[in-house]
């Protein structure tokens, strides 16, 4: 199964087959930032590649247009910037950044998969 590294709090998420890197963390029990709950909207889940990126499955028209479209300019000139709701992994070794990852507590119910 892939599993991703999210740095800098080195948590590491298996990612089903066919799951974004989003829904695996919310599945998993982690805060992975949303508004708009996986519908390449918002950007708020917007992560950075910092290493493995060949185990990253290419973004698709909907991911990039989302990115070329919604997301301030100054992140979307970065090739390794993606959408973790759209993001799904193919092998092992990808390193996501992604600052104040971490795991959901009670009143985190807005950025895991139980909605409030
Ligand atoms: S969760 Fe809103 S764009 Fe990814």
């Known amino acids: 199964m892939p599993r991703v590294t999210i740095q800098p709090s080195g948590i590491e998420l298996d990612v089903d087959p066919g799951e974004s890197v989003a829904e695996a963390a919310w599945r998993q029990g982690y805060v992975w930032p949303t508004r708009c709950w996986g519908q390449a909207d918002c950007m708020s889940c ?7 990126e060949l185990a990253a499955v290419p973004a ?20 390794l910037i993606r959408l973790a709701c759209q993001l799904k992994v193919a092998g092992r070794g990808l390193v996501l950044d992604k600052p104040g990852f971490r795991r959901a507590e009670a009143d985190d119910s807005n950025m895991t998969s139980e909605r409030a």
């Open 46 to 52: 917007f992560t950075r590649i910092v290493d493995g």
């Open 60 to 79: 698709e028209e909907f991911e990039l247009d989302a990115i070329r479209f919604r997301m301030n300019p100054r992140l979307r000139s970065n090739a």
